[in-house]
């Protein structure tokens, strides 16, 4: 039992060990992302590989990072850039209120639909 720490500290640990926590999860579903998916960018079709890995991103399609499902029907590898825009664009959506279907169950399973980015890109705007 720790005796002498001060509510900061005590804090601090807490802090300390829920962003562990979040980082262990997300390095988790990353790694399963990387594992079930090919390492391309699924905008500009960037392709990836043990160098430049660091700059793939694992996205979330329901922008819910909770939502993890083992099939990993909700996620989306992107590199940095086309993330960054993603996540912009996405709240330009949220401000306009357009629904967009992107109608995601496509890329379940093995195997991978190689013009999934280029219906992505045509379904924009
Ligand atoms: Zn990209
Ligand atoms: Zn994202």
Same mark, same amino acid.
């Given at each position: 039992?720790?005796? &002498?720490?001060?509510?900061?500290? /005590?804090?601090? !640990?807490?802090?300390?060990?829920?962003? =562990? *926590?979040?980082?262990?999860?997300?390095?988790?579903?990353?790694?399963?992302?990387?594992?079930?998916?090919?390492?391309?960018?699924?905008?500009? &079709?960037?392709?990836?590989?043990? /160098?430049?890995? !660091?700059?793939?991103?694992?996205?979330? =399609? *329901?922008?819910?990072h909770d939502n993890n499902p083992p099939d990993g029907s909700n996620w989306?590898?992107?590199?940095?850039?086309?993330?960054?825009?993603?996540?912009?664009?996405?709240?330009?959506?949220?401000?306009?209120?357009?629904?967009?279907?992107?109608?995601?169950?496509?890329?379940?399973?093995?195997?991978?639909?190689?013009?999934?980015?280029?219906?992505?890109?045509?379904?924009?705007?």
């Open positions: 039992m720790a005796t &002498g720490e001060t509510p900061a500290e /005590k804090q601090a !640990r807490i802090v300390a060990a829920a962003r =562990r *926590d979040m980082e262990e999860r997300e390095r988790g579903y990353r790694e399963q992302a990387l594992k079930m998916y090919p390492w391309v960018c699924g905008r500009c &079709g960037r392709e990836f590989n043990h /160098k430049n890995l !660091r700059e793939l991103t694992v996205h979330h =399609r *329901d922008h819910n989306e590898l992107l590199c940095v850039y086309c993330h960054d825009n993603e996540h912009s664009r996405y709240e330009d959506h949220i401000a306009a209120a357009s629904g967009q279907g992107t109608g995601g169950s496509s890329s379940k399973g093995a195997t991978h639909n190689p013009f999934a980015a280029l219906k992505d890109m045509l379904g924009d705007d």
